[in-house]
């Protein structure tokens, strides 16, 4: 019979990652605690060690929009709105 694969969180990943990273104790014994592979446990290692500067680079360089250019269409879709409705109170 088939052994159905685990998917592991985000979260557990990043934990065992760490406990890896900290060297307290071998893959060996990490695998045996968590029951995840060693060589899973040195691959999630690895992302972790290579993704690390992503951490700390400045929140406004290319994450995405800024606060004003995501508010923008919002206020103009509410200012839309308020005119369709004071325009069917008008007509009711």
Same mark, same amino acid.
């Given at each position: ?8 969180? /985000? =979260? ?6 760490? @406990? ?5 104790? !071998?893959?060996?014994? +990490? ?18 060690? /290579? =993704? ?6 400045? @929140? ?5 929009? !800024?606060?004003?250019? +995501? ?22």
């Amino acid at each position: 019979m088939a052994i159905k694969r685990k998917r592991h969180s /985000e =979260g557990f990943k990043a934990k065992v990652a760490l @406990e890896a990273i900290k060297g307290i104790r !071998t893959a060996g014994q +990490l695998a045996s605690v968590f029951g995840v592979h060693p060589t899973q446990i040195a691959h999630w290692k690895r992302l972790l060690m /290579e =993704g690390a500067p992503s951490v700390f680079e400045k @929140e406004g360089g290319g994450h995405g929009k !800024t606060e004003e250019e +995501l508010t923008a269409p919002l206020f103009e879709q509410i200012g839309r709105l308020q005119v369709e409705v004071d325009w069917l109170k008008k007509k009711l």
